[in-house]
């Protein structure tokens, strides 16, 4: 039976892919997008990855999708005639690609089934090695103690990834709005029930990264779905300055783990060797602030948010 | 305690029946209007009668509760996303312009 | 046994549905199937948490119940802005 489930799954997963891409409406191709996500996550899931499946719900569900939304409006108002465009069929060229992604594939999967389990060496190195750390989730072990040069560059390839989409903005940056704020009564209840319970489960997921499925990245982009919620109902709204907390906190989180990082080296430790549990809270939570701001400017794509007092 | 997980299936299969009740609303009523009020009965009951199923399943309370709780939330969420989706595809329609204009007219008698 | 046979059942629910995001006929309709498909994920979590014993699935199970919504709302701002061709916020820098 969990070999049907899985089955259909991964068949869907490759339908919705390729309905994202084909067609002539790119809203149908945003929503089936949408649904990709979804059925994404409910793989996560059946691989046993609840951390991936929290991040993907929070960041395909919060941000891509509304960012994707408002992305489209952009593309209608900008160039009609482009969103209801014919793509292009080259029929031979799809092929020979799709059938090399198809062998890569089958060698991926090849390989790692090969592999040995999470009882085999590295796995079991880990298994070894976390309880010295005092955390209870591996994975958080990985990310911020065992592979966390990684970790530390993903942080701040998200951080080039704004500065360059700023920079490719230009002279534009001016022309980006948002779509009309909705004022809507349901929409003011629903946002004041979401967020601050929202700001709840980000914490929780923050906090419970060290024993439990949790994290940094799923906190942060927890927060930066709020954001999103918060600029859709015109609470936030896009600013043309940053304003100095948010450029801290836009690099908060790659400068705190490199100074930890190389601050160690003082004490005769190697490079990136996490001093102890509160180096490990101390860095999540820079990264969480980081993540969740910087994926918020991401989606508003102006170079800070103000607030929009009711008045 | 066998009554209580036959109650607990018996649950989820009629949860699982909402959720069909939705789909088949969903692919044969006639306009976003009605398809609208279809996907909600799966939305709300279905997942209120899984939630319930999976609570007796699970037996702790604390879960229970985190089931109630995500119950609630998509209520909340799913309660509002109707009510915004349904009003645009009413302003898209004829007969929806003018029915909303009644409505926002003055009070009634 | 019950618990994966539900699984299958609401996934195979979830592929049938698929039909109406491809037919439309307008965006309102690919909208609430997003949107049933949503709701239907969380169930699907939910009981693959309780099937697999991972209770951090329920909290996956949360956020996507929550966060659902948030795609309406951008429906719904995105059909008001085509509609009207109004903006809202602008960074044009110019102060508040």
Known sequence: MSLVIDLVLAISLVVLAWQTLIGRSLFRGLVMFVVFGLTLAMIWARLGSPDLAMAEAAIGTGVTGAMLMVAYWRLRRAVPEAAEERVPRRPLLAATIGVLAAVLVAAIGLTTLSVLGPGGVAGYALAEALPETGLGNPITGVLVVFRNLDTLLEVAVLLAAYVGARAAMGEDSAALPLPPAQDAPLVGALVAVLVPLGLLVALYLFKAGSQDPGGAFQAGAMLAALAVVLMLAGRLRPAPEPGVWMGFALIVGTAVFSLIGVAVMAWGQPLLAIPGMWAVYVIEAAMMVSIGVTLALLFSGSAGLGVRSRS | ?109 | MLLPAIVLFLILNLLVGLWRIYRGPTAADRMLSALLFGSTTVAILLLLSEWQQQPALKVAAMIFAMLAAVISIAFVALQQGIKTGATGAVDDGTEP
């Open chain 2, 1 to 109: 305690m066998m009554v209580l997980t036959w109650l607990a299936y018996a649950l989820l299969v009629a949860g699982a029946l909402f959720y069909l009740a939705g789909t088949v609303g969903l692919l044969r009523f006639p306009d976003a209007l009605s398809r609208l009020h279809a996907l909600t009965k799966a939305d709300n009951v279905g997942l209120l009668l899984i939630c319930l199923g999976l609570g007796i399943l699970s037996q702790s309370p604390r879960q229970a509760l985190l089931l109630l709780l995500i119950w609630l939330l998509a209520l909340t969420a799913a309660t509002v996303s109707a009510h915004l989706i349904a009003r645009r595809a009413l302003e898209d329609s004829a007969e929806g312009r003018s029915a909303l204009n009644d409505l926002s007219g003055e009070p009634g008698p």
